[in-house]
């Protein structure tokens, strides 16, 4: 299985990270994408992945929270990665209106120059959005039909919201947010409409650890080697048998990134 969603250049990785991708390897995934969030860990991602030929791929992006570092609308640096084989969308980019980290409108700029970027290079988006859909959709829709895929990453929307992502022919990446019968209620009840060939699995790790997992881990850190787990819970949720979801989403990840 692949993960889509691996911040392995986070500095909860840094006393371990060998160790971290060893145990992903032996938990069977069989790659993952490394998620570049900004000007720092975009660069640092795609050296990571290039470090691991055939297993690691990563992205090139500027994550909304950290719009405000963006000076140049052309992303020269982000640019430059895309041309490297290993980086294989661009991304993670979007809007992000419940912190509000950096200001709407700066938010706003640097995610049309993202969706300018991808559409120039042929390159697929990873997208980020929470607490902003109509305005994240207003600014992405004019760029679909040029844009070879985008999937909106760590999905954790409404319903309608799904449905209109889905209408849009986004792909969907969830994680282990449907492993908490708390917060995660309402993308439980969801989870079944997305159909089998719009659907990606990932951990988003070291965040958002399956509150479900027994024993529970020591750490709160989430790592790859968890994603069979949501993927067992995925599939419960969509009453299909565990190793058809993996064979079918490996798939979907396999053709969106090009892998």
Known sequence: MIDIGVNLTSSQFDKDREDVVSRAKEAGISAMVLT??????????AAM???MPGFAFSTAGVHPHDAKTVDDLTLPSIRALANEPQVVAIGECGLDFNRDFSPRPQQEAVFEAHLKLAVELNMPVFLHCRDAHERFMAILMPYLDKLPGAV???????EDEL?????????????????????????RAIVPLIPDDKLMIETDAPYLLPRDLKPKPKSRRNEP???????????ALRQQDTEQLITQTTLNTRRFFGL
């Open 225 to 235: 080697c968890y994603l069979p787990h949501i993927a067992s819970e995925i599939a």
């Open 36 to 45: 570049g969030t900004d000007l720092e860990s975009s660069p640092e991602a």
């Open 49 to 51: 992945a290039a470090s």
């Open 152 to 158: 909106l990453h760590c999905f954790t929307g409404s």
């Open 163 to 187: 449905k209109a992502c889905l209408e849009a022919g986004l792909y969907i990446g969830i994680t282990g947010w449907v492993c908490d019968e708390r917060r995660g209620e309402a993308l």
